[in-house]
């Protein structure tokens, strides 16, 4: 069946790091792959997405490359700030399937 | 603000009993997915509805029900509860259904259930 799988947290690096977050994937299909992050105290949001191989999803200096080769999709920050601390998730979605497969969240925690 | 608004934010309960989430979801969307998130088990599935009916179904257990009325809003009814049960129950909607990336969830703050 289809799955996904992150590299397991917490994660902490300080202000200014390169931040890169693994996730690999498992699909019958073509999936669309997602990153949701989950702010402290609050629900996902929807960070980025990619429909398609080698399509790069990016958003407040995130990004994330549909890799079908490797069947990855890491999330990369060049620079990251201590607002960047939550928990990232990585999931996808066929579209012959309505639901989202969830990889089990990675912490991210960003010193000054 | 997604515009999903889930309540109660959070809910205390005994064992045995039986509880009843809300959700109202975004202006304009007509599924509304339901997941349990817990520290043992992680995001799961549990359930969606597309304009009042079911669609898919996850990990929901027997014990678990939902429905979803004639405004769009939805309920997760959860009976004979038991400590196990005890976690975070978010509820996100959706423009459409399906259609991979087309259909972006746009999630609650959640419903924290701790049952004692």
């Known amino acids: 069946g289809n799955s996904v799988t992150q590299m397991e947290g917490p994660v902490t690096l300080s202000e200014e790091a390169f931040l890169t977050i693994n996730c690999t994937y498992t699909?019958?299909?073509?999936?669309?792959l997602f990153w949701y992050v989950q702010y402290p105290g609050e629900g996902l949001q929807l960070l980025l997405k990619?429909?398609?191989a080698d399509d790069k999803g990016s958003n407040k200096g995130f990004e994330a490359t549909y890799r079908k080769e490797t069947t990855s999709f890491h999330l990369e920050k060049g620079s990251v700030q201590v607002s960047d601390s939550a928990v990232y998730f990585c999931?996808?979605?066929?579209?012959?399937?309505?639901?989202?497969?969830w990889g089990a969240g990675t912490k991210l925690i960003i010193k000054p | 603000d997604s515009g999903v608004t889930q309540t109660p934010k959070h809910l205390i309960t005994a064992t045995g009993q039986r509880v009843t989430l809300r959700c109202s979801p975004r202006?304009?969307?007509?599924?509304v997915y339901w997941y349990q998130q817990s520290l043992d088990q992680g995001l799961q599935f549990l359930i969606q509805?597309?304009?009042?009916?079911?669609?898919a179904k996850g990990n929901i257990l027997e014990r678990f029900s939902a429905q979803q009325f004639p405004d769009l809003h939805s309920e997760l009814n959860l009976s004979s509860l038991e400590l196990g049960d005890s976690a975070l129950y978010f509820c996100?909607?959706?423009?459409?259904?399906?259609?991979?990336?087309?259909?972006?969830?746009?999630f609650g703050a959640g419903t924290r259930l701790s049952v004692l």
């Open positions: 996100a909607s959706s423009v459409a259904v399906g259609q991979g990336a087309k259909n972006i969830q746009y």
């Open positions: 999931a996808l979605s066929e579209d012959s399937n309505y639901q989202l497969i």
């Open positions: 990619a429909t398609k």
């Open positions: 509805y597309y304009n009042g009916e079911e669609r």
């Open positions: 202006s304009g969307d007509l599924s």
């Open positions: 699909a019958t299909g073509y999936p669309s």
